[in-house]
């Protein structure tokens, strides 16, 4: 086990599950700490029946922690990590800054776990949208090898924080109610409307949100002629992300065969009865670790097309619990102090 961990953005909405996890996972560990920024410093946080008063996060809180699992803004992940790793301290971080970086692995330990091993004292976990589409892309890739994937995701409020939440709730009160309500939290009203922006203007029209899908797709199956065209929906949806996925494959995939490839790769659980109107929603994924899979059928317009729906719940797999597997990884391998 590691001697000492640590969860760093302790007090957010991601850490709080973190710390839901590591309890319920039984994940081993002598001594933990929690960090989070000046303004939640000091305060308490009640762990496996104890009391921890949190620290501020700075270059001296990481002595002595031997693994960190952070999640915080891009920003702060920029600022701590080159802090934990100079007081040699293993960092899983939960942010989109270091992703793309050539010498970090970015695992989801379904798909990838023997990139994890590669580390050079960071690991990277993906982006909410682009993990639960990669975890259905793998078996379909390893039977038949992916070439193209168009995907339209329906991005719960809880991606965008507490904050995204909470707005999600103010917002539509004001709508039932007639009143004015200005957002804060996202560019528009989100109640009862659908934003189709999600992240920054990035390239040729596209946001930031969809090209991580593009980049990180290629980059956790290690094949950069994979063709990924995304549009990323902000939806008024408290929690859990759906993708509408079509998959074109080099070996056409039955939709028989890809039932069979779901069911069968750990991770994913299919729902699938379109006729008796069973098949994954938001509301039925929430608090499920899982990712789900349902109506699966063949692409009318393409020969070795597949079309499906597929759910999950964007702050446990899509952050949490996924940052969780990967620190389970490593002390299943050895690779704790």
């Known amino acids: 086990m ?4 640590a969860i760093v ?10 710390r839901k996890l590591l309890q319920e996972r039984e994940f081993p560990y002598k001594n933990i700490r929690f960090l989070a920024s000046k303004r939640s410093a000091g305060t308490t946080i009640e762990f496996a029946g104890k009391s921890y008063t949190v620290e501020e996060m700075t270059p001296e809180a990481f002595q002595g922690i031997d ?27 939960e942010s989109g800054f270091w992703r793309m970086d050539p010498t970090v692995p970015l695992v989801i330990p379904e798909v990838n776990p023997e990139a994890a091993f590669t580390h050079q004292g960071l690991i990277a976990s993906p982006n909410c949208s682009t993990t639960q589409m990669v975890q259905s892309l793998k078996p379909l890739h390893d039977a038949g090898r992916v ?13 965008a924080g507490v904050g995204g939440q909470r707005e999600l709730v103010d917002a539509s009160r004001a709508a039932l109610d ?54 990323c929906v902000r939806v008024p949806v408290s929690n859990c992300h ?10 056409k995939i039955t939709v028989e065969e890809a039932r069979e490839l779901f069911a069968a790769t750990p991770g994913l659980k299919v729902i699938d009865d379109v006729a008796s109107g069973k098949y994954p929603m938001p509301k039925d994924c929430d ?8 109506r699966i059928r063949e692409d009318l317009s393409c020969e070795n097309g597949l ?17 969780v597997q990967i620190a389970e990884l490593l002390v299943r391998n050895g690779a704790a102090v």
């Not at 953005?9 to 973190?18: D, E, F, M, R």
């Not at 608090?287 to 349902?294: L, S």
């Not at 499906?308 to 702050?315: E, G, I, K, R, T």
């Open 2 to 5: 590691f001697e000492t961990i």
């Open 9 to 18: 953005g302790a007090t957010g909405a991601v850490g709080g599950i973190i």
């Open 67 to 93: 693994l960190a699992i952070g999640s915080t803004p891009d920003p702060v992940a920029k600022e701590f990590v080159p802090w934990a790793k100079a007081a040699g301290c293993i960092v899983v971080d």
């Open 147 to 159: 070439r193209r994937v168009i995907v339209s995701t329906y991005q719960a409020t809880s991606g």
């Open 178 to 231: 007639g009143a004015d309500f200005t957002p804060e939290t996202f560019s528009h009203s989100i109640a009862f409307n659908l934003i189709p922006q999600i992240g920054s203007h990035k390239h040729a029209g596209y946001t930031s949100e969809e090209m991580k899908m593009v980049f990180e797709t290629r980059k956790i199956l290690g094949d950069e002629s994979i063709q990924v065209c995304p549009t």
């Open 242 to 251: 759906s993708e509408s996925i079509l998959v074109e494959t080099e070996r």
């Open 287 to 294: 608090g499920d670790d899982d990712t789900y899979i349902g």
């Open 307 to 323: 079309a499906f729906w597929c759910v999950s719940d964007n702050l446990r797999k899509g952050a949490a619990t996924n940052a």
